[in-house]
């Protein structure tokens, strides 16, 4: 727009232009751009001579918009109205009413403009989502029920990052979708493998319900991404910015440890039941924000200027801890995963606890997950000798069952462990040490992947209608200490 605002208004001449017949047919001359948000509504028909209706100098207007542009013959004003309602005005007192609202709306600019001063708005409006072909496409890809609006599955796609307003994106819904998932997931787990050691049930956790795994949900359900956000944008796209961050879902998840910098920096060893109490659901520590360090290094300035800083405090302020990056692609994928959450959390306010979890078992536990690849051991012989005499099993003895080309280039050894007369797993490798090591490890991988079976009933279970009464699941007492 050429000039300043002030200067183009420096007089209401350009509202009083709006001539009575104008406003009377429906602002004929007051054309919203094509992105505009509004709900223009006029009470009375346009006039029809002297005996037709009301005075024209007399409106009824009640108008709802974001941003217009207002045209005339020689002039175009950009004008935010900000839920303006307008009713029985004669032409020049609405004239003058508008120019007052905008006066006092340049006063105080909407700090949601990201820079410009007449922006549109940050994500399509909640209408807009009836008239998109893509949203009706993937609301039918899913096999969502009726129950569930268009108007919802829409605010799914709206991230924090492209739209703040929590009234308007998918932060509430993505949280309640979080606890869902994750309560499903666990039950899951610790159900039909009760013997698996934490720290394999937090991997197998994220390979189920971690940002990387939600994303490659989201994709293969077609959800494309906008290009950038906007109100102009179709809303059946995923919105979101990665050059921003948005709202911290970790908030209400774990706890922030105090020895986090230490950790961070001299990359400290967590135990699991440290793990279990202190971090998130993926076992991962919950990092501070940007804000919150901030603050930290303003409380210990004051601290130092006090003179009452601890040798610690003074290494943090001569060697502060960076903030840990987070990158575009990751932003990516928690926007990405932060959607399919809110589905969940949609599908479970709109339809229901039991199609919720069917949802879960359909999406997300029916992925295919090898929790074999998922297992390191530092000292398998001895862990497996310690299992056995916890277990009150006989000492572990390995023998070699077969050989073949022991004095070739190519060698086989197939070792055997076992525990009194029973063979509890074997093992093949290029060497003795080899293949005793692979069948150790056998051997423990055969223990911790125990299952009851794919019928196992689950906690859940017991919320459904004349559901039986419940019967304590196996859970072993863990994984063994070396």
């Known amino acids: 727009m050429p000039g300043s605002r002030r200067t183009q208004l420096r007089t209401p001449s350009v509202f009083l232009k709006l001539r009575n017949t104008q406003l009377a047919l429906g602002l004929l001359s007051l054309k919203l751009s094509p992105g505009a948000h509004e709900e223009v509504t006029d009470s009375r028909a346009a006039p029809q001579g002297p005996a037709g209706g009301k005075d024209d ?147 197998a956790m994220k390979g189920y319900a971690g940002n990387r795994a939600l994303y490659a949900i989201a994709r293969q359900w077609g959800v494309e991404p906008a290009a950038a956000p906007g109100e102009e944008v179709d809303p059946g796209l995923l919105q979101f910015d990665v050059k921003k961050t948005g709202t911290e879902l970790d908030a209400a998840v774990g706890y922030k440890r105090k020895e986090l910098d230490k950790i961070i920096k001299f990359k400290f060893r967590r135990g699991i039941s440290s793990r279990v109490v202190f971090d998130d659901e993926f076992g991962d520590t919950v990092s501070m924000g940007e804000h919150e360090r901030i603050l930290e290094r303003q409380a210990l300035e004051w601290r130092a200027q006090q003179g009452i800083l601890s040798e610690d405090e003074m290494i943090q302020m001569e060697d502060p801890v960076p903030l840990e990056i987070e990158t575009a692609e990751d932003r990516k994928f928690a926007s990405y995963a932060n959607f399919s959450r809110a589905v969940v959390g949609a599908v479970f306010l709109h339809s229901g606890r039991e199609v919720a979890k069917n949802f879960v078992r359909s999406h997300v536990l029916s992925r295919r997950l090898d929790l074999e690849e998922m297992f390191s051991f530092s000292r398998p012989t001895r862990e497996l000798a310690k299992l056995c005499q916890r277990e009150g099993f006989e000492r572990p003895v390995a023998r070699i069952l077969s050989e073949t080309g022991r004095l070739s280039r190519t060698p086989v050894f197939v070792v055997g462990i076992y525990s009194g007369r029973d063979r509890l797993s074997e093992g093949w490798g290029p060497s003795i040490e080899h293949a005793r090591l692979t069948a150790a490890m056998n051997g423990l991988k055969s223990w911790y992947l125990y299952s009851p079976g794919d019928d196992v009933r689950m906690p859940s279970e017991t919320y459904d209608e004349n559901a039986k009464p419940w019967t304590p699941l196996y859970v072993d007492m863990g994984e063994v200490i070396v």
């Open 57 to 203: 100098d007399d409106i009824n207007i009640t108008k709802r918009c974001e941003i217009g542009n207002y045209e005339d013959n020689n002039n175009t004003t950009s004008y935010f109205l900000h839920k303006t309602n307008l009713k029985q005005y004669s032409a020049a007192g609405t004239a003058q009413a508008l120019y007052e609202d905008y006066q006092n709306e340049s006063e105080s600019p909407n700090p949601n403009r990201n820079g410009s001063q007449f922006p549109g708005l940050p994500s399509p409006p909640p209408h807009r989502a009836l008239e998109s072909a893509k949203l009706a496409a993937l609301h039918a890809r899913l096999n969502l029920s009726e129950r569930l609006p268009l108007q919802s599955l829409a605010r799914c796609l709206v991230d924090s990052t492209a739209d703040e307003s929590l009234q308007f994106n998918n932060t509430h819904l993505a949280f309640l979708g979080r606890t869902i998932v994750n309560y499903h997931v666990s039950e899951y787990l610790v159900a039909k493998y009760p013997r698996l050691p934490m720290e394999i049930v937090f991997a």
